[in-house]
């Protein structure tokens, strides 16, 4: 596998179109398109935000929306996407090394993230870098569609 080059750096508002043909060109659904794109503009101007895009090229190649939640002081990735042509090189796993790096320096005790229960992909690969599944919440995208809730706590073990 060839090493992959790319910038990250954090989300500005010009970037609000090329993240919706992101998500799109890896089949998401056109409302959490939206949603998606409204969470990661209104979370990169909210001081417990984190927003980041990857970048190849000029092209955006992924990105990731997350909150330093001070509740329960656990990080939530809200959106991780990576063009379909970039899965399996090791940038999905940067963006969530980063994330465990910023949810720390927020004095978080974890991370926790979810995903749609079909999405085998996904749920292999949090399962790999050391994320534990939390609990399932019935019917949370869709009637037919069950959201998989997956926990990484840091200095224990579940």
Same mark, same amino acid.
């Given at each position: 596998?060839?090493?992959?080059?790319?910038?990250?750096?954090?989300?500005?508002?010009?970037?609000?179109?090329?993240?919706?043909?992101?998500?799109?060109?890896?089949?998401?659904?056109?409302?959490?398109?939206?949603?998606?794109?409204?969470?990661?503009?209104?979370?990169?101007?909210?001081?417990?935000? #984190?927003?980041?895009?990857?970048?190849?090229?000029?092209?955006?190649?992924?990105?990731?929306?997350?909150?330093?939640?001070?509740?329960?002081?656990?990080?939530?990735?809200?959106?991780?996407?990576?063009?379909?042509?970039?899965?399996?090189?090791?940038?999905?796993?940067?963006?969530?090394?980063?994330?465990?790096?910023?949810?720390?320096?927020?004095?978080?005790?974890?991370?926790?993230?979810?995903?749609?229960?079909?999405?085998?992909?996904?749920?292999?690969?949090?399962?790999?870098?050391?994320?534990?599944?939390?609990?399932?919440?019935?019917?949370?995208?869709? #009637?037919?569609?069950?959201?998989?809730?997956?926990?990484?706590?840091?200095?224990?073990?579940?």
């Amino acid at each position: 596998m060839n090493k992959l080059h790319y910038t990250l750096r954090s989300f500005e508002s010009k970037d609000r179109e090329a993240i919706k043909d992101l998500m799109r060109g890896v089949s998401w659904p056109e409302h959490y398109v939206e949603v998606h794109a409204n969470a990661a503009e209104k979370l990169s101007k909210d001081d417990e935000g #984190d927003v980041l895009v990857a970048i190849q090229d000029n092209k955006i190649i992924a990105l990731m929306a997350m909150k330093h939640q001070r509740l329960n002081f656990l990080t939530c990735v809200y959106t991780l996407v990576v063009a379909a042509e970039f899965h399996r090189n090791g940038l999905g796993k940067a963006l969530l090394d980063y994330a465990e790096k910023r949810a720390r320096e927020s004095e978080n005790r974890g991370i926790f993230l979810d995903t749609t229960d079909n999405n085998t992909n996904a749920r292999l690969f949090y399962k790999a870098i050391g994320f534990h599944e939390a609990y399932t919440m019935p019917h949370y995208y869709l #009637d037919d569609l069950d959201g998989i809730t997956y926990l990484k706590l840091f200095n224990r073990q579940l």
